[in-house]
T-cell receptor, first 115, second 111 residues
Framework: EPEVTQTPSHQVTQMGQEVILRCVPI?????FYWYRQILGQKVEFLVS????????KSEIFDDQFSVERPDGSNFTLKIRSTKLEDSAMYFC?????????????FGDGTRLSIL | GESVGLHLPTLSVQEGDNSIINCAYS??????FIWYKQESGKGPQFIID?????DKRQGQRVTVLLNKTVKHLSLQIAATQPGDSAVYFC??????????FGKGTMLLVSP
């Protein structure tokens, strides 16, 4: 069964550094998402992306964050200057293939640790 | 905005029992709900969904019930197995495509 893949599985970065999290969505999907999950808390929406532009974003997704679909297969989340509170699991999701807009299918996440 | 929450943080059952996980939501405009299962170190895995024009939907060993009057969702798992042990999240749509998740219920299945 097709799946969303994310790399790396664990990223350790110094505070203030830039980090790029990578995702390969399911190939025929059209909608892409990033969510994050701080340890022990619920999954929180960051941003959705469709037709090469952001369609929705949350308050968490401030100017430090950006997303890009640099080619036909990858979808990236960049955090420009990381803060300690950015430490979390980051999940990529995709949807919108032949099955319709829903449901969203998630990758296994990237654990981001900011030191 | 949407608020989706779970009544019980942990549910412990014996293998073979039926499990019921509950969820309350606040946004009556939500028209789509999903149950996800999350195992340790994994991302949320889709289990079953339901639209607001339905009150029940069945899958393989799972049933979702929706009570719009009291804004309540439940996930029933029949003949629970140790492999069902995980955190279960309900999620509802808010906005065009945003999922709002509850905090999750840990299901522990003892052999």
């Amino acid at each position: 069964e097709p799946e969303v893949t994310q790399t790396p599985s664990h990223q350790v970065t110094q505070m203030g550094q830039e980090v790029i999290l990578r995702c390969v969505p399911i190939s025929n999907h059209l909608y892409f998402y990033w969510y994050r999950q701080i340890l022990g808390q619920k999954v929180e929406f960051l941003v959705s992306f469709y037709n090469n532009e952001i369609s929705e974003k949350s308050e968490i997704f401030d100017d430090q964050f950006s997303v890009e679909r640099p080619d036909g297969s990858n979808f990236t989340l960049k955090i420009r200057s990381t803060k300690l509170e950015d430490s979390a699991m980051y999940f990529c999701a995709s949807s919108g293939g032949a099955g319709g807009l829903w449901p969203q299918h998630f990758g296994d996440g990237t654990r981001l640790s900011i030191l | 905005g949407e608020s989706v929450g779970l009544h019980l943080p942990t549910l412990s059952v014996q293998e073979g029992d039926n499990s019921i996980i509950n969820c309350a939501y606040s946004n009556s405009a939500s028209d789509y709900f999903i149950w996800y299962k999350q195992e340790s170190g994994k991302g949320p895995q889709f289990i079953i969904d339901i639209r607001s024009n339905m009150d029940k939907r069945q899958g393989q060993r799972v049933t979702v019930l929706l009570n719009k009057t009291v804004k309540h969702l439940s996930l029933q798992i029949a003949a629970t197995q140790p492999g069902d042990s995980a955190v279960y999240f309900c999620a509802g749509i808010s906005g065009y495509s945003t999922l709002t998740f509850g905090k999750g219920t840990m299901l522990l299945v003892s052999p």
